[in-house]
């Protein structure tokens, strides 16, 4: 029974050690950056135009409510159209594979 459970600790032990040594390695790989992306990239200005900021401070919130426009959608009318109108009348249609 020791033996068993020795066994499975080794066993554990050994399985978590492969595993996160293949993450980290798998991690170190994939997360370099290209020479080409390297030469792209330019570093962050720490001085902040703190006239920008304090104007983003002066905006006005804006509360929108949108349940208070439901009642101003209009129906639009159907404007003729190129074919000659809006609506299909199907016995029409039906008549017409019909007669040919």
């Given amino acids: 029974m020791l033996k068993n459970l020795i066994f499975l600790f080794g066993f554990s032990t050994f399985v978590t050690v492969v ?11 994939t997360s370099q950056i290209s020479e080409a992306n390297k030469t792209k990239i ?7 135009n703190i006239q920008s900021l ?3 401070d002066a905006r006005q919130s804006i509360i929108v409510n949108l349940s208070d426009n439901l009642n101003i959608i209009e129906k639009v ?3 003729p159209t190129a074919t000659g109108g809006g609506s299909i009348d199907i016995q029409q249609i039906n008549s017409q594979d ?3």
């Fill in 19 to 29: 595993w996160i040594s293949t993450t980290i390695y798998h991690n170190s790989v």
């Fill in 42 to 48: 330019e570093p962050i200005n720490p001085n902040f």
């Fill in 54 to 56: 304090e104007s983003l």
């Fill in 77 to 79: 009318e159907d404007e």
């Fill in 98 to 100: 019909i007669s040919q």
